[in-house]
């Protein structure tokens, strides 16, 4: 069984394919990407495992504490953790990943 994975932010096609093919991934709906609200409730209901976001979703400590304790890892697709309280994540056991977008491969992939 695939790992349950929620995507929360809009990304190319071919990103949400590799997730598809990878997880049983659930893909943000619509136009923009997804909310706090909207990320605890879908990690909630389908037992996620991980979700993946970007610096539009703002993780506070708040935010972390509300997740369900299925979610075991929080990666970022984005430079810097200013949107994700990395304290609060690794405190409930989280583990906290950075992936730099493609765009700036030049950039290492960073874990606090």
Same mark, same amino acid.
């Given at each position: 069984?695939k *790992?349950?994975?929620?995507? !929360?932010?809009?990304? *190319?096609?071919?990103v949400?394919? +590799?997730? +598809?093919?990878?997880?049983d ?6 136009q923009i ?35 369900p *304790? ?7 697709? !984005?430079?810097?953790?200013d ?11 989280m583990q906290? +990943? ?5 765009? !700036?491969? !030049?950039? *290492?992939?960073?874990?606090?």
């Amino acid at each position: 069984m695939k *790992p349950k994975l929620i995507l !929360s932010c809009l990304v *190319p096609t071919d990103v949400v394919a +590799r997730a +598809r093919a990878e997880f049983d991934a659930v893909i943000a709906p619509g136009q923009i990407d997804m909310t706090v609200p909207e990320v605890i409730d879908a990690a909630a209901r389908h037992a996620a495992e991980a979700i993946a976001f970007t610096n539009t979703l703002p993780l506070n400590a708040a935010a972390v504490a509300a997740l369900p *304790p299925s979610v075991k890892v929080g990666a970022t697709i !984005s430079v810097g953790y200013d949107h994700f309280d990395v304290a609060a994540a690794k405190a409930r056991g989280m583990q906290v +990943r950075m992936r730099v977008a493609a765009t !700036s491969a !030049s950039l *290492p992939e960073r874990n606090p």
